[in-house]
């Protein structure tokens, strides 16, 4: 056993060796026999000894060690103290700094008891020898060839000080390979007898490949765990000095309103003193508490650091083997270990409130201490206001605030903890309403002005949280709880251009052309913006170009017009000049075959979506015609379909089904799988009688023709219905059998009115 100076105290020590702790937590004093726990911490063995309790475990009762710097729990391997892993880096510290002590204080042999100064050290026995210990270990068969290294040559050579591990197994021989087969590390007598035969390494080459993943682990606790945690405890201490500080100005506040009132309303003034105290008392506990845990967690993952940094730095290959597991299994531990820090867990909100216009009842109206619990990492921001907008049309979204605990927070104080700028696409700001529900949310209301990107910022008490900035895009449209009379109201009975017989459907084209599908005159009219004649193309007939009954109509995004043929049992493409390009389908009920093609659709992969009436399905078709996949069966259930007739495309790619025979809408993912489904047969608001054209605008506002209701409905983006208008008739604003639904590209919208032979436009 070594023996130290008792001058070498642990002061001495950290001047000198400041990589590594040498004195133990427990007795103060310099280790020895240094064991190291599974968190990475390190205790005289006799200091472990004196901590181990018992537990009842699964596998009977356990032996534990409770660190006494971090709390974790280490059990015991087989319930021996001894299995514990050697800190040989702090014997290795301790015996370098002795050695390097030796001219202020000798050593002594630690190989006799003469008390004789040491002048070598062996390295196999790691002991202290004097001249006569030096002559008798060359002597001694045993010990002869051992490696002596005098003192003056250790002072200049720290790795000469590393003691060596020696095996398990052999305990003459030292570890000096690492086996891949058995992953441990060996001697040369291992090789022979029990790892004979397996693929084994010497222990520096092994490092080498092990090193990598260990500095990896090592970067990924120091950049994923250390350093949050000290940014979080800055933010901890910055918060409780703000509080402090804040503390400190509500306090003169208070002091200041006090001054200004007699000696009778003092009393009052301590009243308020002591609420700040108290509130300050309870906020500072709470950071003070919250720090102390952040500077624990940072305490375990700076021990586990250093000492494997040091470990990797300074360990010799054996050393390191010895501890590499558990190095390795305590830094991926914390490394993944949850951090669990969102933000301080109180702020420095200390306000006081006081109307200085009520001088006259200053006695009982002296103020009131507030505070905030507001917790912003569980602020919840939500509402069609955050997403999209139109132009002219007041929208909203809602602020929903929480304390620490997930419970909602009811400020009792003014708007003024919630500012939200919201800033046009040029640059100005547009006025925001803030209307305080008192149930802990907060509803903000405003009125885009302009079309384009608004910038949304939200902030509570001054600072903003995460999802506290939105961008939001505005468009051209109309306010459907507004609608009037109609904007634009054109065709009539005939078959002469710009007359129609049963009009079917109607498609916009981004210059703003409109191509209705004239299903009585088997041909497609062309209109412009203000539904003044352009052109037809088509006529009756099976041939290419030619109709029996067009019906649904769209427009991809090269402009490329489809049309139903109903009778015909196909869907032709034309140009945009109406010039024939080409066709797919033909009469069936097999995969690209279809009965009584309806309303089409082209979705965001520009594939073309066939509401297959009789054949109760969607049928996907590249843009080419080829047939890609079948959505839906005849039936009422979940993902079944009665005579489909018109289908849309949602902004998320879901496709949108009328479902006329089951009196509802279908909503399908792109892959074909059923999503959900609203609306029943019936005459009231939000139920349908065989819904027909279906439309949704950039708001995710759906709008919808109700046939035999002879209305459009419109639903909001959570599918709940907004409002309705029309009515059975052939005035503005009324309908007989309202069928296709498109949008202008001013966000009006073109409603095609079947047995009024006409489209209006609101």
Partial sequence: ??????????????????????????????????RVLDCLHTFCEECCANNINKIDHELGERSIIKCQRCFEVTILPDNDLQMLPYNFFANNAIDFLLIQSTKENAILCTCCSDESDAVSRCVECSEFLCLKCVTAHKRIRVTKDHKVIDLDTLRYDKSSVHRPVHCLFHEQEVFAFYCEDCDDIICNECTILQHRGHKYEKLKDALKNKKPYMMSILEDNESKKIRPIERAIDEVQDMAARLHARTVATKQAVKNCTAQCIRAIEFRCHELLSTVDAIYSNKSRLLYEQQLGLQLRLMKNKTANDFVNYALKNGSEAEIFELLDVMKMRLEYLNKEELEYKEPHENDVIDHLFDFDSVENIANNLGEISTSAIFLTNTIVSGQGLRTGKVGIETFFIVKVFDRFGSPCVETTTNDAIRVKIQAPEGFYVNNKILNNNDGSYCI?????????????????????????????????????????????????????????????????????MFVSDHGNNRVQVFNELGKFITEFGSKGSKDGQFLGPTGIAIDQNGCIFVSDWENHRVQQFNQNGVFIGKFGLKGREKGQLLHPAGLAVDKNGCIIVADRDNHRLQVFASDGRPISTIGSYGNGCGQLDSPTHVAIMDDNIYIVSDAGNDRLVLFEESGRFNSFFGSKGSDPGFFNRPSGVVVDKEGYIILGDLYNHRIQVFDPELKYYCHFGGEGNQDKQFRYPSGIALTNEGRVAIVDRYNHRVQVF
């Fill in 445 to 513: 209301r405003y009125t885009p002005v302009t079309r384009g990107k608004y910038n949304i910022t939200i902030k509570i008490r001054g600072r903003q949280f995460p999802n506290s900035n939105h961008t939001v895009r505005v468009y051209d449209g109309i306010d459907y709880l507004k609608i009037d009379n109609t904007y634009l109201n054109f065709g009539v009975l005939g078959n002469k251009p710009c007359e129609m017989n049963l009009p079917w459907a109607i498609a916009i084209h981004e210059d703003g052309r």
């Fill in 1 to 34: 056993m070594e023996k130290l100076d008792d001058k070498c105290n642990r002061i001495e020590f950290q001047k000198k060796e400041k990589d590594i702790d040498i004195t133990c937590y427990i007795c103060k004093q310099t280790f020895r026999y240094p």
